[in-house]
């Protein structure tokens, strides 16, 4: 058992989930079943690592007076403690998450509040008690966020708190650029990118191939490939494809990859070695593609 809580920056968003069973028709009505949850990459990785064991889960991120209550309440009866900074400017993020039929996501983000969290919302001692750091790659898309992100990621390397990073959305992370993601990110404990941010980050199109590269950059990286399992690669290669968990009833995979590294983090802070951290977190990523969101169903 690792002696010491899990830190989360990164993300707090009220999802708007519409689930369409048939294609969306330019022009005119698509019926779908619409729900409104709360969400936000960071958050729901709290979340999941809260309902997957972990004891002492701690959130920092930034959200609009308009729903603060409503997500701090929500947040805190999954068992998160909350260090949410409150912006009376603008309003928490929004995401529309449009899934279709085969329960995969499309998303329309408005970032809102997300990115101002700023170094005035942050503090060294935020990381008393520490064991584990994880941030959320949403961060690293503004240069206010990236700020930081970038003061959390020093100060927990001059403690020698392992941080891990998810980069979170290809389509950011194709606007940023490769280049300076990873010159942000470079020597990471961990880095938990899927298929298509690996093949962005290295140019690669072979998901074993990138996770290779990418291990060459950060101490262990691990590739998710959604129902295939998990890539697990170190020091230039891979060293295991852990295979996926099929879920019964797959409804919408919004969170499935925060679910993932929910997971995966509680079991390597419990003790776990690195191959049965990347199991649990094939496993908790198939449960959350039964629950419309991307937190922890009741």
Not at 41 to 63: E, H, K, T, Y
Not at 194 to 199: F, T
Request: aromatic share 4%.
């Amino acid at each position: 058992m690792t002696d010491g809580g899990l830190l989360v920056i990164g993300d707090v968003v009220t999802d708007v989930v519409a689930r369409h069973a048939t294609a969306l028709v330019h022009g005119t009505d698509t019926p779908a079943r619409i729900r409104t949850l709360p969400g936000g990459a960071g958050a729901n990785v709290a979340c999941w690592a809260a309902r997957s064991g972990c004891r002492d889960v701690r959130l920092l991120a930034r959200v609009g007076a308009d729903s603060a209550d409503w997500h701090r309440d929500a947040l805190q009866r999954a068992g998160v403690r909350c260090l949410l900074a409150v912006d009376d400017e603008e309003p928490t993020a929004t995401v529309v998450a449009l899934v279709d039929s085969a329960a995969e996501r499309t998303f329309l983000t408005d970032s809102g509040a997300v990115l101002r969290l700023s170094p005035d919302d942050w503090s060294p001692s935020l990381l008393d008690g520490v064991a584990h750091l994880h941030l959320s790659g949403y961060l690293l898309f503004a240069a206010t966020s990236r700020s930081t992100a970038l003061l959390a990621l020093r100060e927990a390397r001059r403690r020698r708190i392992p941080v891990s990073v998810d980069p979170a959305s290809a389509g950011f992370l194709a606007e940023l650029g490769a280049d300076r993601f990873l010159t942000a990110v470079e020597g990471v404990d961990l880095l938990l990118p899927n298929a298509d941010e690996a093949r962005i980050l290295t140019g690669l199109p072979e998901p074993a191939d990138a996770a290779a590269k990418l291990s060459l950059l950060a101490g262990r990286v691990v590739v998710t490939l959604g129902v295939d399992g998990a890539l697990l690669a170190a020091a230039g290669a891979v060293v295991r494809h852990v295979p996926g968990v099929r879920a019964g009833g797959a409804v919408d995979s919004t969170g499935a990859g925060d679910a993932f590294t929910g997971g995966f983090l509680a079991a390597y802070l419990s003790g776990a070695d690195d191959t049965s951290a990347v199991a649990a977190g094939c496993r908790t990523g198939a449960e959350a593609v039964t629950t419309v969101g991307g937190r922890p169903g009741p």
